[in-house]
Every structure is written in structure tokens, then in C-alpha cells.
């Protein structure tokens, strides 16, 4: 390491050789799922994180469907086209995960990550069919940033018809909280995308314990719309989960293969 190359990268990666860049999203897409599996975001089958091709841009690599999160690697991510066309890898895809995602990627050309799994608190606070209250400086991340979408809510989206009225309903934002169903977040990065979802995740989890425990004092709005200023935007995202790449990245090497 040179002597003024910074210890901690405070800006997202940059590549001018495109194969390059494919993977190192593929790497951080391999570990951001690893992620999801340490924090207890598998449930069965369901759940997926995708990136969209830097080179084949109408395509996102995605998990296969039925492989853990905990024990991704690179080498196991597929190469899907909009169309639900498996182009790299021999495993099978979640139809749900195509839908959904195929359908924000396509409408959305600013996200390059999403991310969604079937987490207990994110699927608990779906049901109520809010948005999140600026309770706390982590919620404030959300603040006039996130939607709730009804429609297709519950039911298991496998038409294409029903990825694109969700695509519809979720045309700006970080986030959106499919009724019934659970979270939704993208992102300029998977680490962005992730981040979001994890602390969205969390964020879900406390506004739950705060109504339970009483009535909860929402931030003024002026307060929460500084706060989401000064972090909830795409660099704060990204940074926030550097600590968690270097940890899984220190702990399980073998996701680069």
C-alpha cells in the first residue's frame, strides 16, 4: 500500500475496463447476499439481490434460485436478460425475483442495485400498509423517500403484467414497502441498495416496538428533512456499508471465486 493511499475508500469504485467492473459487481453482489444470510434475511427459497450488467445493460445478475445466501460466490450468480432469459449459468432463476426486478430495472435506469427479502420485520411492518414515521435520525434516511405500494400486495408476482404495476408504482425513491409482502430498496450500487434494505430493515423493526410501547414523538419536519440530507443520500449509502464488506470480505474470501 502506498504511503498516501487512503486506509478507507470514501468513493465507490471507478473502472474504465467494463469487464473489470463486471466483476467487481459480481463480488459485491456475491457478498452483500453472504450478508443478508449472516443477518438472517434467508427465508426457504425466497429473496434476491440483483445488479444490472455494466456491458449487457439490459441484463442483472441475480442468486440462483435454491442456493443459499451464506454460501454464494461469484461463480454461482446468473446473467439474466429482461425477458427472464438465463444468458450465464446453469441454475435455475426465481421467477419472482425476474418479475419484480426485470421490471424495476427496466422502468428505472438510474437504479443499478435492488434489493428484497422476506424479513420478519420488513414483512410485519408491510402488513400494516404505512409508511414509516421519522422517529429516529435512521429513519429519517426514508423521509419523503419511500413508498407504499397496495397493489399485487400479498400475492406471489409471477405475470409480467403485475412486475410492471409494481415497476409503475415505484417510479422515484430509495425504497418501497410492498403491503404484505415486504421491502424493496435500490440503489447507484449494491452496496447502496443493500445498506438501505439492512437499515430499513431496522428502521421497521423500531418504529414496531415503538407503537407497541406506546405513541411514539415523530422528528419536526424540518429536522427530519436536514437529517435525510446530510445522509440519505447515494454516497452516505454506499460508505455505510464498507464496514460490512470488510468483514465478510476478511471472514469468507472464498466469494470471489
Same mark, same amino acid.
Given at each position: 500500500?502506498?504511503?498516501?493511499?487512503?486506509? +478507507?475508500?470514501?468513493?465507490?469504485?471507478?473502472?474504465?475496463? =467494463?469487464?473489470?467492473?463486471?466483476?467487481?459487481?459480481?463480488?459485491?453482489?456475491?457478498?452483500?447476499?453472504?450478508?443478508?444470510?449472516?443477518?438472517?434475511?434467508?427465508?426457504?427459497?425466497?429473496?434476491?439481490?440483483?445488479?444490472?450488467?455494466?456491458?449487457?445493460?439490459?441484463?442483472?445478475? #441475480?442468486?440462483?434460485?435454491?442456493?443459499? @445466501?451464506?454460501?454464494?460466490?461469484?461463480?454461482?450468480?446468473?446473467?439474466?436478460?429482461?425477458?427472464?432469459?438465463?444468458? #450465464?449459468?446453469?441454475?435455475?432463476?426465481?421467477?419472482?425475483?425476474?418479475?419484480?426486478? &426485470?421490471?424495476?430495472?427496466?422502468?428505472?435506469?438510474?437504479?443499478?442495485?435492488?434489493?428484497?427479502?422476506? &424479513?420478519?420485520?420488513?414483512?410485519? @411492518?408491510?402488513?400494516?400498509? +404505512?409508511?414509516?414515521?421519522?422517529?429516529?435520525?435512521?429513519?429519517?434516511?426514508?423521509?419523503?423517500?419511500?413508498?407504499? +405500494?397496495?397493489?399485487?400486495?400479498?400475492?406471489?408476482?409471477?405475470? #409480467?403484467?403485475?412486475?410492471?404495476?409494481?415497476?409503475?408504482?415505484? =417510479?422515484?425513491?430509495?425504497?418501497?414497502?410492498?403491503?404484505?409482502?415486504?421491502?424493496?430498496?435500490?440503489?447507484?450500487?449494491?452496496?447502496?441498495?443493500?445498506?438501505?434494505? +439492512?437499515?430499513?430493515?431496522?428502521?421497521?423493526?423500531?418504529?414496531?416496538?415503538?407503537?407497541?410501547?406506546?405513541?411514539?414523538?415523530?422528528?419536526?419536519?424540518?429536522?427530519?428533512?436536514?437529517? @435525510?440530507?446530510?445522509?440519505?443520500?447515494?454516497?452516505?449509502?454506499? @460508505?455505510?456499508?464498507? =464496514?460490512?464488506?470488510?468483514?465478510?470480505?476478511?471472514?469468507?474470501?472464498?466469494?470471489?471465486?
Amino acid at each position: 500500500m502506498a504511503l498516501d493511499e487512503p486506509i +478507507i475508500a470514501f468513493h465507490p469504485e471507478s473502472f474504465d475496463d =467494463p469487464e473489470a467492473e463486471r466483476v467487481h459487481r459480481k463480488a459485491k453482489l456475491a457478498g452483500a447476499l453472504r450478508v443478508f444470510g449472516r443477518l438472517g434475511f434467508g427465508e426457504g427459497v425466497a429473496g434476491h439481490i440483483t445488479v444490472r450488467d455494466p456491458i449487457m445493460t439490459d441484463h442483472f445478475w #441475480v442468486n440462483p434460485f435454491g442456493k443459499s @445466501f451464506r454460501h454464494m460466490r461469484s461463480s454461482d450468480l446468473l446473467l439474466v436478460s429482461h425477458e427472464g432469459e438465463v444468458v #450465464v449459468g446453469d441454475m435455475p432463476v426465481n421467477r419472482a425475483a425476474f418479475v419484480l426486478h &426485470s421490471a424495476i430495472h427496466k422502468a428505472r435506469p438510474d437504479v443499478i442495485a435492488a434489493a428484497h427479502s422476506h &424479513s420478519v420485520y420488513g414483512k410485519a @411492518f408491510s402488513s400494516l400498509g +404505512i409508511p414509516l414515521d421519522p422517529l429516529t435520525q435512521d429513519a429519517c434516511i426514508f423521509y419523503g423517500d419511500h413508498t407504499v +405500494i397496495a397493489e399485487q400486495g400479498g400475492a406471489v408476482v409471477f405475470e #409480467v403484467e403485475a412486475g410492471m404495476e409494481f415497476a409503475e408504482k415505484f =417510479p422515484t425513491g430509495k425504497a418501497a414497502i410492498h403491503q404484505n409482502h415486504g421491502l424493496f430498496t435500490v440503489g447507484q450500487t449494491v452496496d447502496e441498495a443493500a445498506f438501505w434494505f +439492512i437499515t430499513m430493515e431496522r428502521t421497521c423493526q423500531a418504529q414496531l416496538a415503538a407503537m407497541a410501547a406506546g405513541n411514539p414523538i415523530s422528528i419536526r419536519d424540518e429536522y427530519a428533512q436536514y437529517t @435525510f440530507e446530510q445522509i440519505g443520500h447515494h454516497l452516505a449509502g454506499w @460508505f455505510s456499508f464498507q =464496514p460490512l464488506w470488510q468483514e465478510i470480505c476478511a471472514s469468507d474470501p472464498e466469494l470471489f471465486d
